[in-house]
C-alpha cells in the first residue's frame, strides 16, 4: 500500500489525471475557459472523486469482480445525480453555467478509473486520499488551464467570481490588460487543445530538469496507470 | 450448474440492492433540494422579465398571468411560445414574449421579446444561446449593446420591408463577421411583432 504522502504526490502530479493519465479531456477541455469555470467543475470532480472512491472501497469485499462495473457505474451516477441537485439548489447560476458538464462528471473516465484501479483494492481512508489528491490534481489543471485561457482571451481573471462565492466577490475580477480586445482562438475549443499541449510539454521540461541531478540512477519511467 | 444458477441469482440481488441504494440517495436529495431549485427556476425568469418590464409599471404576478401559444404560422417552425401578461389595475401594459430563433449560428437562440400594449417594442434580450464567442454572443448585454437597438421600435419603425439587417437592405446592423444570428434576432422579433399585431385584442382580454 502506498503511503499517503506517496498518494498525495500520485495524484497532484506524478499520475496526474489531466496531464498524465489524459482522462476526462471533455469536461477539463471544454470548461476551462476561465478560471472560475474550471474551479467550480474541478471541486465538483473532486467531490465525486472522494465519495465514489469511499463507497466503492466500502462494499469493495461484498462486489464480486463480475458484476463490479455495473456497481460503480451506479454508485458514481447516484452521486453525481446528487450534486447536481445540490448545486441546482445551491449555485444555481453557477449551474447554469456549468450546466451540462455536471451530468457529464460520471462520463469522466478519471472517476470510474480510481474506483477500479484504486478504490476497489484499498481501505477506505487511503481511497478518500486518493480521490482528494486525483480531484485536486484535475482541478489544478482546469485552474491553470483556465486561468491561461482567460488571460489570453478576455484579459481578466476570476472574472464571474460572484457565481461561486457571492455579491462580495464581484470586484474580484482582476482586469489583466485594460481595453484587451480579446483573443478569440484561446476562448474557443482550439485553444483548449493548444493549451494543454503546451501545459503537458511544461510538465515534461519540469520532470527533466527534476531528473536531471540524479541521472546516476536508473532513469525510472512512470508508466502511467491505464484505467 | 446449481452453482452458476445460485450466484447469478446472488449477483442480480446485489445490483438490485445497488440501484436501490441509489434511487434512495437520489430521492433523498430531491426532496430536500426541489423546492429551492423550484424557487431558483421562478426568480431567474423574474429578474429577466423585471429587467425589461420594471415592478413599477405591473401590478400583477408576471409568473401567474401567462399564456402558452402554439402558433406555427406566427412563429414559423412548431413551438410552443410563452407570453407573459403585464397588467395594472387589469389593464394590460406590456406583453413579453419568449419565443426561439432557430436558426442561430450554433442552435436555436432562446429570447424575450417585451412589447408595450401600443405594440412598440419595450427591449429584447437573448435569454439562452451558443452563439460564437467573440462574434455571435454580441447579442448578450453583457458582450455589447447590440439589441438595445430595438427598443422603442415597432412595425413601422422600421417599415416591415426594412426589418432585416443591413446587409439584407434593412436597418438593424449585423456584426463584422456574424451576420446569421443578428439575422435569426431580427427575424424573430418581426414575426413576434407581428404576431402581437394580428392577435392584440385577443390578449388585452383580462382572464382568469
Redesign the interface.
Known amino acids: 500500500m502506498d503511503s499517503y504522502k506517496q498518494i498525495l504526490k500520485n495524484g497532484l502530479w506524478d499520475n496526474n489525471q489531466a496531464f498524465v493519465a489524459l482522462l476526462g479531456l471533455c469536461p477539463l477541455l471544454a470548461v476551462s475557459n476561465t478560471v472560475i469555470n474550471g474551479l467550480g467543475l474541478g471541486i465538483a470532480t473532486t467531490l465525486t472523486l472522494i465519495l465514489s472512491n469511499a463507497v466503492v472501497s466500502l462494499v469493495r469485499h461484498q462486489v464480486g469482480s463480475e458484476i463490479r462495473l455495473p456497481v460503480f457505474v451506479l454508485i458514481i451516477a447516484s452521486i453525481v445525480t446528487a450534486i447536481e441537485l445540490i448545486m441546482n439548489a445551491f449555485f444555481y447560476e453557477l449551474y447554469l453555467i456549468l450546466g451540462i458538464f455536471i451530468p457529464l462528471i460520471v462520463t469522466n473516465c478519471s472517476i470510474i478509473g480510481r474506483a477500479e484501479a484504486f478504490a476497489s483494492k484499498n481501505p477506505m481512508l487511503a481511497s478518500c486520499i486518493d480521490g482528494l489528491a486525483m480531484g485536486l490534481g484535475f482541478t489544478c489543471a482546469l485552474v491553470i488551464l483556465g486561468a491561461a485561457r482567460e488571460v489570453l482571451g478576455s484579459g481578466t481573471l476570476f472574472a464571474n467570481a460572484h457565481l461561486m462565492f457571492g455579491e462580495a466577490a464581484r470586484d474580484m475580477t482582476i482586469y489583466v490588460i485594460n481595453d484587451y480586445e480579446g483573443f478569440l482562438l484561446a476562448i474557443l475549443p482550439p485553444g483548449a487543445f493548444i493549451g494543454l499541449g503546451l501545459l503537458i510539454a511544461l510538465k515534461n521540461v519540469i520532470d527533466k530538469r527534476l531528473a536531471k541531478p540524479s541521472q546516476q540512477a536508473v532513469t525510472v519511467t512512470l508508466e502511467p496507470k491505464k484505467a | 450448474m446449481v452453482d452458476n444458477k445460485a ?1 447469478m441469482i ?2 442480480g440481488w ?2 438490485g440492492l ?2 436501490l ?3 434512495g ?2 430521492s ?3 426532496s430536500f ?2 423546492q ?2 423550484a424557487e ?2 421562478r426568480l ?1 425568469v423574474l429578474k429577466n422579465l423585471h429587467e425589461l418590464v420594471p415592478n413599477a409599471l405591473h401590478d400583477n404576478d408576471l409568473l401567474a398571468d401567462t399564456l402558452h401559444v402554439s402558433d406555427a404560422k406566427a412563429f414559423g417552425k412548431q413551438q410552443d411560445v410563452t407570453l407573459y401578461r403585464a397588467t395594472k389595475n387589469g389593464q394590460l401594459v406590456a406583453l413579453i414574449a419568449a419565443p426561439t430563433a432557430p436558426d442561430g449560428y450554433n442552435g436555436s437562440i432562446k429570447l424575450l421579446v417585451a412589447i408595450k400594449e401600443n405594440g412598440e417594442l419595450i427591449g429584447v434580450r437573448a435569454v439562452a444561446h451558443h452563439e ?4 455571435g454572443d454580441a447579442i448578450d448585454t453583457n458582450k455589447s449593446g447590440w439589441v438595445y437597438a430595438f427598443n422603442g421600435r415597432s412595425l413601422s419603425d422600421p417599415d416591415v420591408k426594412h426589418w432585416r439587417v443591413k446587409r439584407d437592405g434593412g436597418d438593424f446592423d449585423q456584426f463584422t463577421g456574424a451576420t446569421i444570428t443578428p439575422r435569426a434576432v431580427v427575424k424573430m422579433v418581426l414575426k413576434t411583432l407581428q404576431y402581437y399585431q394580428a392577435n392584440q385584442d385577443k390578449l388585452a382580454k383580462t382572464h382568469g
Open positions: 450466484f446472488k449477483s446485489m445490483l445497488f440501484s441504494i441509489g434511487i440517495l437520489v433523498l436529495t430531491h433540494t426541489h429551492q431549485i431558483n427556476e431567474f460564437t464567442p467573440g462574434l
